[in-house]
């Protein structure tokens, strides 16, 4: 399921779409997608090796950066911590660690994605 984003950097901001994978293990964004809009990459104490969805070692090796951003989805504003990696088509990647901190209210047929704030 895709959503519509908008991904904040300062004054920044730029509107895309981001999947929503209850199997990722985290937040990521595209390598090409962070040399295009530039944001500010920090870099890993220890790479973090990735794995495809057949088990097979990712094209672009271990993770070795990450960037920490705001997020904005349906008028709420989520600070997310991003892994750097080669995502294929995706831009962004929501996973379970996001989904169980955000915890929205997900309509699968409807493909929503609701928020609510606490």
């Known amino acids: 399921m895709n959503v519509d984003t908008k991904i904040i950097d300062g004054k920044k901001i730029v509107e895309t779409k981001v999947l ?17 809009h530039q944001p500010l990459l ?5 790479e973090i090796p990735v794995s495809n969805i057949n ?12 960037t920490q951003l705001s997020v904005k989805i349906n008028g709420n504003i989520i600070s997310t911590l991003f892994y750097i990696s080669h995502l294929g088509k995706e831009n962004i990647i929501f996973g379970l660690p996001w989904l169980e901190m955000v ?4 309509d699968w047929a409807k493909k929503t994605l609701k ?4």
């Open 103 to 106: 915890n929205p209210i997900i």
């Open 115 to 118: 928020i609510v704030p606490e």
């Open 42 to 46: 920090i870099k890993l104490k220890k």
């Open 55 to 66: 088990e097979t070692p990712n094209r672009n090796g271990p993770i070795k950066s990450y």
């Open 20 to 36: 929503i994978d209850c199997g990722a293990q985290g937040a990521f964004m595209d390598g090409w997608f962070t040399k295009k």
